[in-house]
């Protein structure tokens, strides 16, 4: 079945980095554009990247361009998004997800990983 799992949230001081990998299993994963979107509590979810099916196209929220980049392994299926100069309004639940069209209406999602900025 369809599998995409979240790894490397964490705990991280603001102006800290982390790395977020999306392992996917179950689907042709290179037909698939990738996207990482996040979720703050409270708050509506917000698409943080997204990236083409090779990867070679990419786009940002305006919110985290020139902090966090997208990148993709299609020989490993996997999906990651390096978070640099992170700020405590980046703590969210992300989330990858695989979109068939574009950066949007994803058709399969993972279970999400916890990223907090706090001092």
């Known amino acids: 079945q369809v599998q995409l799992v979240e790894s490397g949230g964490g705990l991280v001081q603001p102006g800290g980095f982390l790395r977020l990998s999306c392992a996917a299993s179950?689907?042709?994963?290179?037909?698939?554009?990738m996207n990482w979107v996040r979720q703050a509590p409270g708050k509506e979810r917000e698409g943080v990247s997204c990236?083409?099916?090779?990867?070679?196209?990419?786009n940002y929220a305006t919110s985290v361009q020139g902090r966090f980049t997208i990148s993709r392994d299609n020989a490993k299926n996997t999906v990651y998004l390096q978070m640099n100069s992170l700020k405590p309004e980046d703590t969210a639940v992300y989330y990858c997800?695989?979109?068939?069209?574009?950066?949007?209406?994803?058709?399969?999602w993972g279970q999400g990983t916890q990223v907090t900025v706090s001092s």
């Open positions: 990236t083409s099916r090779s990867g070679d196209l990419t």
């Open positions: 997800a695989a979109s068939t069209t574009g950066c949007d209406r994803c058709e399969f």
């Open positions: 179950g689907f042709i994963f290179s037909s698939y554009w």
